[in-house]
């Protein structure tokens, strides 16, 4: 089955620097890359995804790249704010037919420091 | 509102008595998914149905049962819990038409003792 790993843990930066968090995956047939994000009680929303056939997306402060051969994925958080502090998760999706089994990663708790 | 919702939000029982915890999702999505969450585990997919009289299981799928009788409604059975129970539970449902959004419900945490 899908492994996930994630790092770091946690992670803490000053207001307005940047944020990356890494993603590695195994199993070669999962190609859709969400990330969530997860506030203090409430359950994860979805902030970016990324699909197989594409390296990178972007979106306003937030982008996400994508790395088939090595089985990798990373999300970038630029200008971080205080809001942004939160527990990131990632997770690796085979789409084929419809959603199949879903594997999360552990977790990246950031914290912005303003 | 597009949302998904759990039953209840929070419980406490006692190892053996049956519980149910109830999801619904008023979007009309085929996919749904149950998980639980535990600390430095992320979280793990229990169960989860492609469509209604569709499900299969996830990752850690013992001890626990799911039903899709209805599109709107995927409940968890916890027919005999036990204390390796307690935990952080979230129901989500997907869009399968393009977008893959998974939306998440406000979960629900248990415990057992």
């Known amino acids: 089955g899908e492994n996930v790993e994630q790092h770091p843990s946690t992670l803490s930066v000053q207001e307005g620097d940047s944020a990356v968090i890494k993603c590695t995956y195994s199993d070669s047939a999962s190609n859709y890359f969400p990330w969530y994000k997860q506030e203090l009680g409430k359950g994860p929303q979805l902030i970016i995804d990324?699909?197989?056939?594409?390296g990178e997306k972007k979106d306003q402060r937030i982008a996400v790249t994508l790395n088939k051969t090595a089985k990798h994925f990373s999300l970038h958080i630029t200008e971080t704010q205080p809001e942004d502090s939160a527990v990131y998760f990632c997770a690796a999706i085979t789409l084929s037919g419809g959603y199949q089994k879903v594997t999360f990663g552990t977790g990246t708790k950031l914290q912005v420091i303003p | 509102e597009a949302q998904v919702t759990q039953n209840p939000r929070y419980l406490i029982t006692v190892t053996g008595k049956k519980l149910t915890v109830t999801c619904s999702q008023n979007?009309?999505?085929?996919?749904m998914s149950w998980y639980r969450q535990d600390p430095g585990l992320g979280l793990r997919q229990i169960y989860y149905s492609m469509n209604v009289e569709v499900t299969d299981k996830g990752d850690v799928p013992e001890g626990y049962k799911v039903s899709r009788k209805e599109k709107r409604n995927f409940p968890l059975i916890l027919e005999s819990p036990s204390p390796n129970q307690t935990s952080l539970y979230f129901c989500?449902?997907?869009?399968?038409?393009?977008?893959?959004?998974?939306?998440f419900g406000p979960g629900t945490r248990l415990t057992v003792l």
């Open positions: 989500a449902s997907i869009s399968t038409s393009g977008t893959d959004t998974q939306y």
């Open positions: 990324i699909r197989s056939n594409v």
């Open positions: 979007m009309n999505h085929e996919y």
